[in-house]
């Protein structure tokens, strides 16, 4: 029961105009995620490291580094483009449908593209783990490369192409503009935070919720039409830096400082 002094104030505290309240998004450093692509054997070595040498995947119940591959796997990196999941294994982000949607878009690639899943906190995950649903379906190239940290996220995302999120609750999507900022075009579902960041057929690929074969389209379509994946990759550069870096935050920040102290 709120006092006659408080209730009293709610309808003042309720009867805000929405033009005094501004929305500052997450950013990006623009030095640490920039385009520093790894191409050819540089790329294979990263990758090499990560799945073959140090190898941190785990699988239900296993340590980090109980998940390993080999030197033949390596080939699936040589040719085509790399698809990229960067999170944790929780249920709202949906790498079971992820997983399953790629391997049905798999079958119809003009080129080897590996789907690698970087992340997954070590013996934290909800749902089917990620190699449970690998061993089901049977799917191919797709890599559990484990939990690395923020620091190595650039180097991971330049070693890659394209970032695909399939969260179906995702707040903001701090990964989507971090790979932009890497000139990757990102594949999200359309809702919530991705789909303010991603401007559908320029930037990237929107679907809809839990839309399995939605998902596979978008991933046919970003593997097999290099030309438009070079061209999104190119306006999510531009757009990630002037609408998410800091500096461009900061000056959006001093701007509304500015209109607060002229009023």
Known sequence: MLSPDAAERVPRLLDVEPERVVAAPNGFDPQLFDRRP????DRVALWRKWLVEEPRGWKPGGEPGSISYDEADLDAFRDGPVLLYVGRYTEVKRIPLLIRAYARARERFDVRAPLVLLGGYPGEYEGEHPQTVIDQTGAEDVFLAGWRGHDDLAVALNAGDVVVLPSVHEQFGQVLIEGMAC??????????????????????????????????????????????????????????????SWPALAERVARVYDDVASN
């Open 38 to 41: 790894l191409a050819g054997e």
């Open 183 to 244: 000139g990757l075009p990102v594949i999200a579902v359309d809702n919530h935070g991705p789909a303010t960041i991603v401007d559908d057929g320029e930037t990237g690929l929107l679907v809809p919720p839990d839309d399995e074969e939605a998902m596979a389209e978008a991933l046919v379509r970003i593997v097999t039409d290099a030309d438009a994946r070079t061209r999104m990759g190119e306006l999510a550069y531009e757009r990630s830096r002037a609408r998410y």
